[in-house]
């Protein structure tokens, strides 16, 4: 009984949920129950600074879920000063969400201590060591966040503020890692 596309479904603690176009939805069975009606909720996660919250990439930017008293998932909030679709989101170790674009490259957010706005924004791009603009992924593997595009995977490299080529998952994965 959904419209339109689905672009995720997701188990968290024992709920199913799905990013669509109209909006996202808990899937209980044969029903489905609207609980945020931003549309586009490409991809769904837990924080990892907060097991209470869930943060999603959606065609207009983050959003925020919490937990209620009865363990149901409920929209909390849109994160204020960030418009622009977020395909793929990962939280690092030191807290800052990785977004990325599906044609601008990459984003480095900060937010507040009560994720209500961001507090600053990084733009990455080409000229800081990506492959290209289009098409990056983020992954979050063993640990750290890994970029992937059709020329094979990168890491962050925060001591020189680029990217640079993940050589040993590369090598590898052969063939493989230049497949998108």
């Given at each position: 009984n959904s419209q339109g596309q689905i672009w995720d479904l997701s188990l968290i603690d024992g709920q199913l949920i799905s990013g669509t176009n109209e909006g996202t939805f808990v899937i209980n069975?044969?029903?489905?129950?609207?609980?945020s009606s931003v549309n586009g909720g490409w991809v769904i996660k837990k924080l990892t600074s907060n097991p209470n919250y869930?943060?999603?990439?959606?065609?207009?930017?983050?959003?925020?879920?919490?937990?209620?008293?009865?363990?149901?998932?409920?929209f909390s909030h849109a994160i204020e000063g960030f418009e622009e679709?977020?395909?793929?989101?990962?939280?690092?170790?030191?807290?800052?969400?990785?977004?990325?674009?599906?044609?601008?490259?990459?984003y480095r957010i900060n937010v507040s201590g009560d994720l209500k706005k961001v507090t600053s924004i990084?733009?990455?791009?080409?000229?800081?060591?990506?492959?290209?603009?289009?098409?990056?992924?983020?992954?979050?593997?063993?640990?750290?966040?890994?970029?992937?595009?059709?020329?094979?995977?990168?890491?962050?490299d925060d001591l020189n503020d680029t990217f640079k080529p993940y050589s040993e998952l590369n090598k590898l994965l052969g063939g493989f890692a230049f497949s998108n």
């Amino acid at each position: 009984n959904s419209q339109g596309q689905i672009w995720d479904l997701s188990l968290i603690d024992g709920q199913l949920i799905s990013g669509t176009n109209e909006g996202t939805f808990v899937i209980n069975n044969t029903s489905l129950q609207k609980i945020s009606s931003v549309n586009g909720g490409w991809v769904i996660k837990k924080l990892t600074s907060n097991p209470n919250y869930l943060i999603q990439g959606t065609y207009l930017g983050l959003v925020l879920y919490q937990k209620d008293a009865a363990g149901k998932w409920k929209f909390s909030h849109a994160i204020e000063g960030f418009e622009e679709p977020a395909r793929y989101v990962e939280q690092d170790a030191k807290g800052q969400f990785w977004v990325t674009h599906a044609y601008k490259g990459v984003y480095r957010i900060n937010v507040s201590g009560d994720l209500k706005k961001v507090t600053s924004i990084k733009y990455y791009d080409a000229s800081k060591g990506l492959p290209g603009n289009n098409n990056v992924n983020i992954f979050f593997v063993e640990g750290r966040i890994v970029f992937s595009s059709d020329k094979g995977f990168y890491l962050y490299d925060d001591l020189n503020d680029t990217f640079k080529p993940y050589s040993e998952l590369n090598k590898l994965l052969g063939g493989f890692a230049f497949s998108n």
